[in-house]
């Protein structure tokens, strides 16, 4: 049989956006016979403006594995940096899902200190921090600082290591309670590296509690991750 009546190698096209790795829309599959030419569109997303493509979107189809990714940004945003800046709040603050979205959990009370990971610069001129997975900040009443953990300010520095022991808990069963299909994050230690993620939804055992001044409440859960405790729903403790 001749190689025009054989079937290609079929190519996977994704639409991502850029900054959170979700699909626009659901990965397309194209199909066609060996040496066959395809194309592929640079399609329109309402709020949302082209940055680039990986893979070819043109070509022949072969006998080799392919797929195309082209990413997308929304509209409003300029500049997008990853970052590790801590930021001391002079206000109570809301957090938001995304930069100018819909506002999610409580918001962190004033003078404490969180640390950011990604800055976006609105077209508009706003600076937004991404503080966890799904959370951001607008900067608005607050001051950057520098890692409280390493500064040489005394009583600062005393004031943040007020009652930031570990206190050892009985294991209890608790239930992330953030937003559905979304995940938040978890660290090596608090205001530490983020580790991992997890899913709201998720059941989860804690064995620690750290209260930040009362302000701040983290958890240690699993194998020594911890989180913040506004996501949290607790549960019945074990009896052991």
């Known amino acids: 049989m001749e190689d025009k009546f054989k079937t290609g190698n079929p190519i996977w096209v994704y639409y991502t956006n850029i900054d959170t790795g979700e699909n626009l829309v659901v990965p397309q599959l194209?199909?066609?016979?060996?040496?066959?030419?395809?194309?592929v569109k640079k399609k329109q997303f309402d709020g949302y403006q082209f940055v680039k493509s990986e893979g070819e979107l043109t070509?022949?189809?072969d006998d080799q594995p392919h797929s195309i990714h082209v990413y997308y940004r929304n509209k409003n945003w300029g500049e997008v940096e990853s970052i590790e800046m801590y930021l001391h709040l002079?206000?109570?603050?809301?957090?938001?899902d995304m930069p100018n979205g819909m506002q999610v959990g409580t918001p962190f009370p004033d003078d404490i200190v969180l640390k950011a990971f990604h800055r976006v610069a609105t077209k508009s001129g706003e600076f937004w921090y991404e503080i966890g997975s799904d959370q951001w900040v607008k900067y608005d009443k607050m001051t950057i600082v520098d890692n409280p953990f390493k500064t040489e300010d005394e009583d600062f520095q005393s004031k943040l290591a007020d009652n930031m022991a570990v206190i050892p808990m009985k294991k209890t069963k608790a239930v992330i309670d953030y937003l559905p299909g979304r995940s938040i994050?978890?660290?090596?230690?608090?205001?530490g590296d983020k580790v991992g993620e997890i899913k709201d939804g998720q059941e989860i055992t804690i064995?620690?509690?750290m209260s930040d001044n009362d302000e701040i409440i983290w958890y240690k859960v699993g194998n020594g991750m911890f989180i913040t405790g506004n996501y949290v729903k607790l549960e019945d403790q074990d009896g052991d």
């Open 185 to 191: 994050d978890a660290f090596n230690k608090p205001y």
């Open 30 to 39: 194209l199909r066609g016979f060996m040496g066959e030419e395809y194309s």
């Open 207 to 209: 064995t620690g509690k």
């Open 59 to 61: 070509g022949k189809f």
């Open 90 to 96: 002079d206000a109570v603050t809301a957090v938001y």
